[in-house]
């Protein structure tokens, strides 16, 4: 079964916005990642937090990860048009070497 | 760099007929990769990692003599999807690891499948 259950499914924001996606996952990780796949494509590795970070920043994107909740958020600032995709969460669990399970995703969408 | 590709992108075939995808780091090596299948609208299911001179690894579920992986090189490992049926029709993707630099999997764009 999926180790993460994202939320929410959908997201429908106006461009300039701020989109916040949530992922919660059932087991110990070693790491979490986030993914975006536009429609019909491969997926674009976005960033990794580690299960002894509890903040990260890339740009516009900002990750934040609690494990004592089993959970972690994705945060995209300034949104625009072109981030319109779908965004995943993986995890690669402890002892699972580097396989990942991938969360359900959310599907956002940034209209002008 | 970290370029992975895919051949071919889309294909079509009659069932009962096998399919051969490619899945190619370009600019790296990498001892393991990934194969998944995606539904509509779903997530990612992992179907088996597939290792550089060993035999590839099936998670729970996949059928390993319908599901043919070999991984030859440092650069390129096949998914042979064979004696395919309908319910094989999905969009199956591919992920590389750096030889030795772990965590951070580069992903193929995918290959369409359609079984007719």
């Known amino acids: 079964s999926q180790q993460g259950e994202e939320d929410p499914q959908a997201l429908s924001i106006q461009e300039g916005e701020n989109a916040t996606m949530n992922c919660s996952y059932k087991t110990s990780i070693n790491n979490l990642q986030w993914y975006r796949q536009n429609s019909g494509r491969g997926l674009v590795h976005l960033i990794l937090i580690r299960s002894n970070e509890r903040e990260k920043h890339s740009g516009r994107l900002r990750v934040t990860l609690d494990t004592s909740k089993k959970s972690s958020s ?29 969360g359900t995703g959310t599907q956002l969408k940034v209209e002008l | 760099g970290a370029v992975v590709s895919q051949h071919p992108s889309r294909v079509i075939c009659k069932s009962g007929t096998s399919v051969k995808i490619e ?26 990692t597939s290792n550089e001179g060993s035999k590839a690894t099936y998670e729970q579920g996949v059928e390993k003599d319908k599901f043919l992986i070999n991984h030859a090189s440092l650069t390129l490992s096949t998914l042979t999807v064979t004696s395919a049926h309908p319910e094989d029709s999905s969009f199956y993707i591919c992920s590389a690891i750096r030889t030795g630099l772990g965590e951070e999997q580069y992903f193929g764009p995918g290959t369409r499948l359609t079984v007719t």
Do not use: E, H, V
């Open chain 1, 74 to 102: 994705l945060l995209i600032t300034a949104s625009r048009a072109a981030d319109t995709a779908s965004y995943f969460c993986a995890t690669a669990l402890t002892g699972g070497g580097n396989k990942l399970t991938f």
């Open chain 2, 23 to 48: 899945c190619r780091s370009l600019d790296f090596q990498a001892t393991t990769m990934f194969w998944y299948r995606q539904f509509p609208k779903q997530s990612l299911m992992l179907m088996a």
